[in-house]
T-cell receptor, first 109, second 115 residues
Framework: KNEVEQSPQNLTAQEGEFITINCSYS?????LHWLQQHPGGGIVSLFM???GKKKHGRLIATINIQEKHSSLHITASHPRDSAVYIC???????????FGKGTLLTVNP | DADVTQTPRNRITKTGKRIMLECSQT?????MYWYRQDPGLGLQLIYY???????NKGEISDGYSVSRQAQAKFSLSLESAIPNQTALYFC??????????????FGEGSRLTVL
């Protein structure tokens, strides 16, 4: 079974700060998702990546397959970025997603 | 309209009652999933379906059943609800990993409380 660990569990930042959330997993994967969940809200997929780096606006996601590690970066953080960020990995050639427990990000004005 | 729609969004029921949560999608995806989210835990897979005739148990299927009525519809039933099934339930869809992007789309969630 793939173990997915996220760090930190909780993160508080001031508006404008650069944010990094980390995700490590134990078994080789075919892809990794970063998801965002606002309080009381649904879950939105931010990125799916299997190698390298992707950027969307102020969000950047990177993955190092050899080190079994991914990071989600937020530049110029804003209070509306406050949410839970969840890492999910796709195991091997099958469907199965394994989720981390999430990182609660709070960005203060 | 949302890509993935769940109904009801909130439900309070009593122990022993039968409950159905419904999910419909407009993405045309083959794959549909039901997950459960509890505070402090990651999302846990209840059931998944790769097409109308292919339904599989997930990690925590006991006490639940599902029906894939059409490609677009996947419903979750609790035959006899119990309090520890109180949770937030999510439906999700995706393409097959060999197609398109394999992106996931989630519904808004259904909050179920069993008294």
């Amino acid at each position: 079974k793939n173990e997915v660990e996220q760090s930190p569990q909780n993160l508080t930042a001031q508006e404008g700060e650069f944010i990094t959330i980390n995700c490590s997993y134990s078994v080789g994967i075919s892809a990794l998702h970063w998801l965002q969940q606002h309080p009381g809200g649904g879950i939105v997929s931010l990125f799916m990546l299997s190698s390298g780096k992707k950027k969307h606006g102020r969000l950047i996601a990177t993955i190092n397959i050899q080190e079994k590690h991914s990071s989600l970066h937020i530049t110029a953080s804003h209070p509306r970025d406050s949410a839970v960020y969840i890492c999910a990995v796709v195991g091997g050639s099958n469907y199965k997603l394994t989720f981390g427990k999430g990182t609660l990000l709070t960005v203060n004005p | 309209d949302a890509d993935v729609t769940q109904t009801p969004r909130n439900r309070i029921t009593k122990t022993g009652k039968r409950i159905m949560l419904e999910c419909s999608q407009t993405k045309g995806h083959d794959r549909m999933y039901w997950y459960r989210q509890d505070p402090g835990l990651g999302l846990q897979l209840i059931y998944y379906s790769f097409d109308v005739k292919d339904i599989n148990k997930g990690e925590i299927s006991d006490g639940y059943s599902v029906s894939r009525q059409a490609q677009a519809k996947f419903s979750l039933s609790l035959e006899s609800a119990i309090p520890n099934q109180t949770a937030l339930y999510f439906c999700a869809t995706s393409d097959s990993w060999g197609k398109n992007t394999g992106e996931l789309f989630f519904g808004e969630g259904s909050r179920l409380t069993v008294l």
